[in-house]
């Protein structure tokens, strides 16, 4: 969603600042801009519809000047994508603002500022936050102390960057609900919402907390928390790598992530799991006090992350004896939930920024759960901060807006939790072992899968020209079926529906015909039986069929069933295994209708609003 990159320095910072734009691209978002500060108190501001190369080109015409300096990717919530509610946004040509979340009683503030003379010049909600600063300053308080008090008036979330016309030697930055890292430099000093942004001028970083307000020059940082009190907060040395510049041979980010699944699960497997099983320290150092204390599990995310959750309710319930709710978190938040005895909460998040899956976490405080457990990819992210225990997934970064890596990587994080709670919870030994087994089988399994690209790509030319589509799995492989619906939605614009496949005679039959791809996940397991009657019932009512299957599994295809083998794998891992063609096929299809594979319309990598 939104981004935000912001510099004090001595030098020029506009091309910081718009790499920085560049680097953030991969979140989602449909505008960019750029507000420029000169130490005479000169203040430039470039704003445009579009990418950022196109805000880039628009840079490169004029002369663009500034040492303080403020840029933004926009991600539409309130008023359209045009150029005057991209930001920064300005009161009186002297305070610029950038904004990331939702400034909720926004129409309030609106008003009373409208009858205090201000004039607004867009539809956006963080123009608020502009007039609002300005209204403090023009009583004589300092940057700092005027946004102190401003913050004090919104509702709602907010990471928000100001400038001051009049003050080109500070930025003056506050976080409430919505991400925000201080960069250090020699020198100068860096903002942004995420610490991609900033990796080529600087590794050492300060996570901002909840309520935190802060004040930046070249030399200096001043923290604040949210009662107005001076804080120190650690300064964090990054280990991240990232160069989103490089796709390597790839055409997209996506398939490159894709591609790189078999090593991701290895490192994220690497020194947590031994020959006979999990390392001792694999969750963390206090995880033995929290995980044998156990006996209930809920699970609460979003979007894919949901579907890794849903997937590891099967494996929990089933291997580890350990009962396992999932819920999405926007249901969760804002419902009552009853809490069982001796539970803990996972939140499962590839961004650990997920603002209905931190609020969920949040209430989950309030509502007594035993302990909480963040499975996410992006170290030092709020979910991680916030959690007992957290269990950081290897897949480096994930530039492409649908999951991949991702993905895998927490389900590969799951099976090893279904072995920690296992231990603790009588499980079968011969269940124990196979989990083991398949876990150090899995990396290259997944190479293998990859290999059936071709007849993947086939079939991606006789779907993608279809509106619909329905895909069927059972057991463990109906939440695999889900997320193959899910990548079909998000990156190819094809409507497809999800079903485990006992339903299908409870409503969705009626909707088959030869226009209606129907796309089967079919291991070699216990349902297979089962499944093969529900295709058999698809086959009766003409309908077309594209099932990946296990070699062994004796799929007779025909005109009406096109077969896809997919090595065999050890059912444990099953689920991961054909998460893979799922992607690929969703990738091809994208490929052929020429859809914007890694930046979808409409979607964000990163969902910092609720
Ligand atoms: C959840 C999610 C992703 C999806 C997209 C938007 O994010 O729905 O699954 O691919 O990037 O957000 P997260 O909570 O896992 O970060």
């Given at each position: 969603?939104c981004?935000i990159?912001?510099?004090?320095?001595e030098r020029?910072?506009?091309?910081?600042?718009?790499?920085?734009?560049?680097r953030?691209?991969?979140r989602?978002?449909?505008?960019?801009g750029v507000?420029?500060?000169?130490n005479d108190?000169?203040?430039?501001?470039?704003?445009?519809?579009?990418k950022?190369?196109e805000l880039?080109?628009?840079v490169?015409?004029?002369?663009a000047?500034?040492?303080?300096g403020?840029?933004h990717t926009r991600w539409?919530?309130?008023?359209?994508?045009?150029?005057?509610?991209?930001?920064?946004h300005?009161?009186?040509?002297?305070?610029?603002v950038v904004?990331?979340g939702?400034?909720?009683?926004y129409e309030k503030l609106?008003n009373a500022?409208k009858?205090?003379?201000y004039v607004?010049?867009?539809?956006?909600?963080?123009e608020t936050i502009?007039?609002t600063?300005?209204?403090?300053?023009k009583t004589g308080?300092t940057?700092l102390s005027?946004?102190?008090?401003?913050v004090?008036?919104?509702?709602?979330?907010?990471?928000t960057?100001i400038?001051?016309?009049?003050d080109p030697?500070?930025v003056v930055?506050?976080?409430?609900?919505s991400?925000?890292?201080i960069?250090?430099?020699?020198g100068e000093?860096?903002?942004?919402?995420d610490q991609?942004?900033?990796?080529?001028?600087?590794r050492r970083?300060?996570?901002?907390?909840?309520?935190d307000?802060?004040?930046i020059?070249?030399r200096?940082v001043?923290?604040?928390?949210?009662?107005?009190c001076?804080v120190?907060?650690?300064v964090?040395?990054s280990?991240?790598e990232?160069?989103?510049?490089?796709?390597g041979?790839?055409?997209?980010?996506?398939l490159?992530e894709?591609h790189e699944?078999?090593v991701?699960?290895?490192n994220?497997?690497?020194?947590?799991?031994g020959?006979s099983?999990?390392?001792?320290?694999?969750?963390g150092?206090e995880?033995?006090?929290?995980?044998s204390k156990v006996?209930?599990v809920?699970?609460?995310a979003?979007g894919?992350?949901?579907?890794?959750g849903?997937t590891?309710?099967y494996w929990?319930e089933q291997?580890?004896?350990?009962?396992?709710?999932?819920e999405i978190?926007?249901?969760?938040?804002?419902r009552?939930?009853?809490?069982?005895?001796?539970s803990l909460l996972?939140t499962?998040?590839q961004s650990?920024e997920?603002?209905?899956?931190?609020?969920?976490l949040?209430?989950?405080k309030?509502l007594?759960y035993n302990?909480?457990?963040?499975?996410?990819n992006?170290?030092?992210?709020?979910?991680?901060?916030?959690?007992?225990l957290?269990?950081m997934?290897?897949a480096?970064a994930?530039i492409?807006?649908a999951?991949t890596?991702a993905?895998?990587t927490?389900?590969t994080?799951?099976l090893m939790?279904?072995l920690?709670l296992g231990e603790?919870?009588?499980?079968?030994?011969q269940?124990?072992q196979?989990i083991v087994?398949?876990?150090?089988?899995?990396?290259?399994?997944?190479?293998?899968t990859?290999?059936?690209?071709?007849?993947?790509e086939?079939?991606?030319?006789?779907?993608?020209?279809k509106?619909h589509?329905?895909?069927l799995?059972?057991?463990?492989q109906?939440?695999?079926a889900m997320e193959?619906?899910?990548?079909?939605?998000e990156i190819?614009?094809i409507h497809?529906?999800?079903?485990a496949?006992?339903e299908l005679?409870h409503g969705p039959?009626?909707l088959?015909?030869?226009?209606?791809?129907?796309?089967?996940v079919?291991p070699?397991n216990?349902?297979?039986e089962k499944?093969?009657?529900n295709?058999?019932e698809?086959?009766?009512?003409?309908?077309?069929?594209?099932?990946f299957a296990d070699?062994?599994?004796?799929?007779?295809?025909?005109?009406?069933m096109?077969?896809?083998d997919?090595?065999?794998?050890?059912?444990?891992?099953a689920?991961?295994v054909?998460?893979l063609?799922?992607?690929l096929?969703?990738?091809y299809?994208a490929?052929?209708k020429?859809?914007?594979v890694d930046?979808?319309?409409n979607?964000?990598?990163s969902?910092t609003v609720?």
């Open positions: 969603m981004g990159v912001g510099a004090v320095a020029n910072v506009v091309e910081i600042l718009l790499e920085g734009l560049k953030l691209e991969y989602g978002y449909d505008s960019a507000a420029l500060l000169q108190g000169i203040l430039t501001r470039i704003r445009r519809t579009g950022v190369q880039a080109d628009a490169a015409e004029g002369e000047l500034g040492t303080t403020i840029a539409a919530t309130h008023g359209g994508v045009t150029e005057a509610n991209a930001h920064p300005f009161s009186n040509e002297r305070v610029a904004h990331n939702i400034i909720e009683n609106r500022l009858e205090k003379g607004f010049g867009s539809d956006t909600d963080t502009a007039h600063v300005h209204e403090a300053l308080e940057l005027a946004v102190q008090s401003a004090k008036e919104f509702h709602g979330a907010y990471g960057v400038m001051d016309k009049e030697s500070r930055v506050a976080r409430s609900g991400p925000l890292v960069g250090l430099g020699l000093n860096f903002i942004a919402s991609m942004a900033l990796l080529p001028v600087t970083f300060i996570f901002l907390e909840e309520g307000v802060a004040e020059t070249r200096s001043a923290i604040f928390d949210k009662d107005g001076p120190e907060r650690e964090i040395e280990n991240v990232h160069d989103a510049g490089d796709k041979m790839y055409r997209h980010y996506m490159k894709i699944q078999p991701v699960v290895r994220t497997l690497k020194d947590r799991l020959e099983g999990l390392t001792r320290d694999a969750f150092k995880a033995d006090a929290i995980l006996k209930h809920q699970i609460v979003c894919t992350s949901y579907h890794a849903m590891a309710r929990l291997y580890a004896n350990v009962s396992c709710n999932v978190a926007s249901e969760f938040r804002y009552k939930s009853v809490v069982h005895a001796d996972i499962i998040s650990g997920t603002a209905d899956t931190l609020a969920a949040r209430l989950a309030e007594g302990a909480s457990l963040a499975i996410c992006v170290p030092g992210s709020s979910l991680v901060r916030e959690s007992d957290a269990f997934t290897q480096g994930e492409g807006v999951s890596k993905f895998t927490q389900l994080a799951f939790l279904t920690a603790y919870n009588g499980m079968a030994a269940d124990k196979d087994n398949a876990l150090h089988s899995l990396p290259a399994k997944l190479e293998e990859l290999t059936i690209t071709q007849g993947i086939d079939l991606a030319e006789e779907f993608a020209d509106h589509s329905l895909f799995g059972r057991g463990d109906y939440p695999i193959g619906a899910l990548k079909l939605k190819s614009y497809a529906e999800a079903y496949s006992g005679k039959l009626a088959i015909d030869e226009e209606m791809p129907v796309i089967v079919a070699n216990e349902l297979l499944l093969k009657s295709v058999e698809v086959r009766a009512r003409g309908g077309i069929m594209y099932v070699k062994d599994a004796r799929f007779a295809g025909d005109e009406t096109r077969v896809i997919v090595p065999h794998c050890d059912a444990p891992i689920p991961i054909y998460t063609p799922l992607q096929l969703s990738y299809v490929l052929i020429g859809t914007d930046q979808p319309r979607l964000a990598k969902v609720e």
